[in-house]
């Protein structure tokens, strides 16, 4: 049986978990991650498409993924790690007035927050993505600034870089309860050891809410299922990630970009929601995406799809996250919730975690906590989630 003391307890090391683990350990915490997994992003972050946006219509969101994307378009340089990050942007397609509308609309808080998008009409929308179908073609939003990664690439970056500030992560290990004593924490157990700590951060993804119940919450995030597939190599010719937001039977919006390597990588998400961890692949998946991504660009018609899979998306109430401090047990932090963004938030929210939890907070930090905040009424949806 394995025991020490820790200042801070993660549990689990995916796209939040390692790059909160980072940035605990750059600011000199001693930190142990536990997940039940073999090695760090096996869960959701292994499912991803590496999609990086800060062209939200929340602000918190925006300001995370600000931090994300300067973070991550450094990397390299920073830490001489490949991650395949590119700057590609993305564009939001819009072939109908709703479309039109919603996206020019949102220009307004995305201006508000300094982010570079601008709407293009059809025509100069064309100009940056020529193989649009020109069909009813609006326009679109474009921002540049946006790009991709490889979110396994990314993962064990951060994972390397806090294990060498000195991180400890152990794998294979399930958390089976968490010890609180005159309402605060002070200590993790899993089924190999016990972890003495006065900090845990609740990062387990879709598995959010079973950790939660441990120290007596039933946090509001449910799990569901998006299938996801990848082509064949081929030359470049893509260089943003494209979303259509158009509803279709089966879908309410699918966005598909061409990855480093050459290849395409493409998802939807499922109208209704496919609710629950099963993660097996579907018949009705691939037909009803390459219909759709054929039918806004013709180009693709050709490519051979190598294999589809299924991952998680954690979802809340209100498409936003849970981050912050439990109420009703001191020590207990949460950052939960993703909504399938979990590589595009992970490493701006692990930098705010680490000042959340070594009460250093930074003036801006209090928006993005009280947006976030796990006790807010959830009211609406986040437009672009």
């Known amino acids: 049986m394995r025991g020490s003391v820790y200042d801070v307890v993660v549990i689990g090391a995916g796209s939040v978990g390692a790059p909160a683990a980072l940035s605990l350990a750059q600011a000199g915490l001693d930190v142990l991650v536990v997940d ?6 096996q ?3 292994k499912a991803a498409i590496g999609g990086i946006r800060a062209t939200h219509s929340d602000p918190a969101k925006i300001r995370l993924c600000q931090r994300t994307i300067e973070i991550l378009s450094g990397w390299e340089e920073a830490h001489g790690q490949e991650i395949e990050w590119r700057s590609g942007g993305y564009v939001f397609v819009a072939y109908t007035p709703r479309e039109e509308k919603l996206l020019q609309d949102l220009l307004v808080i995305q201006h508000a927050y300094g982010l570079g998008i601008e709407w293009l009409d059809a025509k100069a929308l064309l100009d940056i993505v020529p193989d649009l179908n020109r069909r009813g073609l609006i326009g679109g939003t474009y921002s540049p600034g946006d790009g991709h990664c490889s979110p396994l690439l990314a993962c064990h970056a951060f994972y390397d870089e806090a294990r060498r500030l000195g991180a400890t992560f152990q794998f294979g290990e399930e958390v089976t309860g968490i010890e609180v004593r005159e309402g ?7 089924n190999k050891g016990r972890y003495g700590t006065p900090v845990v951060l609740n990062a387990a993804g879709p598995w959010a809410r079973a950790v939660g119940k441990l120290v ?7 799990p569901d299922s998006h299938e996801a597939g990848v082509t064949e190599p081929v030359a470049h010719f893509l260089a943003p990630m494209v979303v259509d937001t158009r509803p279709a039977p089966g879908s309410s919006n699918y966005y598909f970009h061409q990855l480093a390597s050459g290849q395409f990588t493409f998802c939807i998400t499922p109208q209704p929601p496919i609710l629950g961890e099963d993660c097996r692949e579907t018949s009705a998946f691939l037909p009803m995406v390459a219909r759709r991504m054929v039918d806004l660009m013709p180009r693709l018609g050709n490519l051979r799809v190598r294999r589809t899979w299924r991952g998680l998306y954690p979802m809340t109430p209100d498409g936003s996250p849970l981050v912050g401090w439990a109420q009703e047990v001191e020590g207990y932090a949460m950052a ?15 930098e705010l975690l680490a000042r959340m939890i070594t009460g250093a907070l930074l003036p801006t930090d209090g928006e993005v906590l009280k947006i976030l905040s796990p006790y807010r009424a959830f009211a609406g949806q986040e437009a672009l989630r």
Do not use: Y
Not at 36 to 41: H, K
């Open 43 to 45: 869960g959701s972050n």
């Open 36 to 41: 039940s997994l073999p090695s760090v992003g």
């Open 216 to 222: 007596g919450l039933d946090h509001p995030v449910q």
């Open 336 to 350: 939960i919730g993703m909504c399938g963004q979990g590589v595009m938030l992970g490493p701006g929210l692990g």
């Open 184 to 190: 605060r924490v002070r200590a993790v157990r899993t």
